[in-house]
Nanobody, 118 residues
Framework: QVQLQESGPGLVKPSQTLSLTCTVSGGSITTMSYFWTWIRQPPGKGLEWIGYIGYAGNRFYIPSLSSRVSISRDTSKNQFTLQLSSVTPEDTAVYYC??????????WGQGTQVTVSS
């Protein structure tokens, strides 16, 4: 059974870059048909899909964040990483890494709280 675990700083200052890593166990991030996704939930709001990196390394981001977001991967470590630049307090959220297949978010990390504050 695949497991995902987010890691990274819980506090980021405004204008800095948020960087989170998702470590995957129990399955390879290069396995065909899977998309490795980042989703966030700001306090008091719904889930927001950020983007993904696919099994072949292809990427897609939500247009509203595309100028600030980058998702990359390290296949040797079976990890994928989210970077979000120029953060503001509006980027405060619980961030989840998720395995997506056939448009179904089937496996979730436990989530990690990121607060943007000086």
């Amino acid at each position: 059974q695949v497991q995902l675990q987010e890691s990274g700083p819980g506090l980021v200052k405004p204008s800095q870059t948020l960087s989170l890593t998702c470590t995957v166990s129990g399955g390879s991030i290069t396995t065909m048909s899977y998309f490795w996704t980042w989703i966030r939930q700001p306090p008091g709001k719904g889930l927001e899909w950020i983007g993904y990196i696919g099994y072949a390394g292809n990427r897609f981001y939500i247009p509203s964040l595309s100028s600030r977001v980058s998702i990359s991967r390290d296949t040797s470590k079976n990890q994928f990483t989210l970077q979000l630049s120029s953060v503001t307090p509006e980027d405060t959220a619980v961030y989840y890494c998720v395995r997506e297949a056939d448009h179904f978010f089937e496996s979730w990390g436990q989530g990690t709280q990121v607060t943007v504050s000086s």
